[in-house]
């Protein structure tokens, strides 16, 4: 039991898994390359000692030295694939811990951006960012994604270290929604799947979690209506419940939502974040100045001038924070964009 409790569910997973599968490879091999040389072997050394047992002895003493070689090799190897196969575990089970480590993104000839970022989040937890605007919110979220190229900083995902995180943060592991959601011309089906095969999702639970099935009723065609290009035929609402519901289809381990709420109303916000953490045990990273978001908020990371002016529980930042006691009052500033 010590390796259980040594090692995270997602861990011990993608271990199983991967090791199931090589293991499945091994032995669907072994016949035909390890029996079929075996047979071969002992078929020429006993046809050499039939003929001359001088060769014959020889070449089985070549056969021996072969084989202390490879077990040698094997004492060798198998350490570091047992390290590469933790390692692999380590980095792409499931998100225990994500640590952003000293980010940094300035946009050339401009004062807008983020200077060395650092907060950390676990698994299942509600972690907003917020500020006034200009103070590098999206900035943040899509810096951490590799949507832009950072300067400097680390995204650890499980304590490993992301190295192209363009590539590594998209689903399974996270799903991403922008401030403005981009909707294609097509049917919402096909918006909400984007080429996944329906069989192997539950349409109707992500519907439900993105408080969309009231508006599902009332489209003529159902999930078959077009929606136009960029979504010219729902409300704002609708499209960023559309955008919502395409990130639950995907069932991803980390959310990263930019402000989704912008075009919800506070009632219809409120039950969609009941929604999505009576369904599962969701991971969230949420851009919001909402009262709903910051009150589910485990963390509340402030932002100001692109740097974290605080961060903590919402009761702690507006005893101890002067920018969020301000944000709280709703000074979010003017309403020049946030360079993001």
Known sequence: MSFHNQNTPGQLIERIDGDVANLANFFSDFVFRIVGSLILLFGVLGLLYWENWHIGA??????????????????????????????????????????VAGLTYQFADSTYGIQDVEFAFERGTFNVVTGRIGSGKTTLLRTLQGLLSPQSGTVYWNGQAVDNPASFFVPPRSAYTSQIPWLFSASLRENLLMGMPESETDLDAAIHAAVLEKDLVDFD???????????????GGQIQRTAAARMFVRDPELYIFDDLSSALDVDTEKILWERLFAQRQATCLVVSHRRPALHRADQVIVLKDGRIEDRGSLNELLERCEEMQRLWKGDWGDERSDAE
């Open 58 to 99: 020889a070449l089985t003493v070549y056969a021996i030295i072969g084989m202390t070689c490879l077990f040698k090799m094997r004492s060798i190897a198998v350490p570091q694939w047992k390290a590469a196969r933790q390692a692999s575990s380590d980095l792409f089970g499931f998100l225990e811990e994500l640590r």
């Open 221 to 235: 065609d159902g999930l078959d209506t077009l929606v136009g290009p960029k979504g010219v035929r729902l409300s």
